[in-house]
Each structure stands twice: as structure tokens, then as C-alpha cells.
């Protein structure tokens, strides 16, 4: 079993695991939807998603390098300020019809993903080798929760500003990834 620190460090990012994982659940499911409400041309509907997973791509990278350099825990955290800003901002491009900056927050939260990947492998470096596989799978294990709380979220917030569908998906979405910057910012 693991030690008590160990136990509070696997916990943390499998929480942090499950929220990145549900806001972005919840941008899979609406982005699609929102593109074809307000892309100017209909075959780039899904162009915001697109973004999304290159960018996700092109940060895995420099986001290790940046880990290197300054720590996990600060590059965590700025990834998951950058999750609730891009959220945010499709919030705000949903109720203008600005498609632009709907595509600007799905490619930050591209660059959110990229930076959640690493969780597991934080995971992984903070318990003994014999430990490492559980560790990992604990921490993957919060996709499992992402699985049902990120489509609930959405179905139920679909509706949630008046006179703007999908809006309140991605301001709820920016909320959800304020509650890991407390679970994040507790790792050792």
C-alpha cells in the first residue's frame, strides 16, 4: 500500500484527472453542436475540435520541458487556468457568434489537455516502482468519473443562460476547472 503522502498525492491527480477529463467531456459533446450554430461555412463545424487535439499534440513537448524546468505543480496549475480561460472564452464566442475566438478556446484547452496528460506520470515518479502501474491506474480511474459526470453536465446545462444554447455548458466548464486549482496546488 502506499504511504500516506503517496496516498494524498495519487488522490489529487486523480481529481484533477477527473475534472480536466469532464470539462472536456463537455467540450466534445457541444463543441460539434456550437460550430454548426455558428461556423460561417458548415464543413468547419468541427474545426474548433480539430484545434483542440492538434494543439493537444504540439504541447505535450514543451509542456515536459516547462515541467523540467519549473516543476509540475506551477505547469499544472497554469494548465488548468488555461482550461477555465479557454471554457470561458467559448462561453462568451457561443453567446456572440464569434467563431474565431470559439476556435481560440479550443485550441487552449488543447494546450489544457496536453498538460493533463502528464498527470499519471506524476503519479508514477511519486510512489515506489512496485507501485507505479496501480498508481497510474488510480489516476486513470478519474476518466472513469469524467465518463458520467462530463455528459450529465452537459445535457443539464445546455439550456442554462436564457436565449443561448450551449453557453452555460462552457461557463460551467470553466467552473469545473477552478475546483482542481486547490487540489493541484496541494501536491507536493
Do not use: H
Not at 29 to 52: E, K, R
Not at 75 to 81: F, K, P, R, S
Not at 115 to 140: C, E, F, Q, T
Amino acid at each position: 500500500m502506499f504511504r500516506s503522502i503517496q496516498n494524498v498525492t495519487v488522490l489529487r491527480l486523480a481529481t484533477a484527472q477527473a475534472l480536466s477529463m469532464t470539462t472536456m467531456n463537455i467540450n466534445i459533446i457541444n463543441t460539434a453542436l456550437v460550430g454548426v450554430l455558428i461556423a460561417p461555412l458548415p464543413w468547419l463545424a468541427t474545426l474548433a475540435l480539430s484545434l483542440q487535439f492538434l494543439t493537444s499534440m504540439m504541447t505535450t513537448l514543451p509542456a515536459s520541458l516547462l515541467m523540467a524546468r519549473f516543476g509540475r505543480r506551477p505547469v499544472m496549475i497554469a494548465g488548468v487556468l488555461i482550461s477555465s480561460l479557454s471554457s470561458f472564452a467559448q462561453a462568451i464566442a457561443v453567446l456572440r457568434g464569434d467563431f474565431v475566438l470559439f476556435c481560440a478556446g479550443g485550441m487552449g484547452l488543447g494546450v489544457a489537455l496536453g498538460i493533463a496528460s502528464y498527470y499519471r506520470y506524476a503519479a508514477a515518479d511519486g510512489v515506489p516502482m512496485a507501485l507505479r502501474p496501480k498508481a497510474i491506474s488510480l489516476v486513470l480511474a478519474g476518466g472513469l468519473a469524467a465518463a458520467l459526470m462530463g455528459p450529465e453536465i452537459a445535457k443539464r446545462t445546455v439550456e442554462l443562460v436564457p436565449g443561448s444554447l450551449y453557453a452555460g455548458c462552457f461557463f460551467v466548464a470553466a467552473a469545473v476547472q477552478l475546483i482542481s486549482i486547490p487540489v493541484l496546488a496541494g501536491l507536493k
